[in-house]
């Protein structure tokens, strides 16, 4: 699996020209980027909408969200 940052590297691309529309952020079940397949993450203004399809372990997602903010 790639490493977290690959995450955030690619929701950083997307979020500053998010605006006021809802957005997929990440698209990892659409295997864009290959490690990732159980992670989406949507913008709905002003929330961040992660969803796991696949069960991860607390410290996984400390790490998540650590990146993302």
């Given at each position: 699996?790639?490493?977290?940052?690959?995450?955030?590297?690619?929701?950083?691309?997307?979020?500053?020209?998010?605006?006021?529309?809802?957005?997929?952020?990440?698209?990892?079940?659409g295997q864009?980027?290959?490690?990732?397949?159980?992670?989406?993450?949507?913008?709905y203004p002003?929330?961040?909408?992660?969803?796991?399809?696949?069960?991860?372990?607390?410290?996984?997602?400390?790490?998540?969200?650590?990146?993302?903010t």
């Amino acid at each position: 699996m790639k490493p977290l940052a690959t995450v955030s590297e690619e929701v950083g691309k997307r979020l500053p020209g998010a605006g006021d529309e809802p957005l997929r952020l990440f698209h990892g079940r659409g295997q864009t980027i290959p490690g990732f397949e159980f992670l989406t993450i949507d913008w709905y203004p002003p929330i961040a909408l992660v969803t796991l399809y696949e069960e991860r372990d607390n410290a996984w997602l400390h790490r998540l969200r650590s990146h993302l903010t």
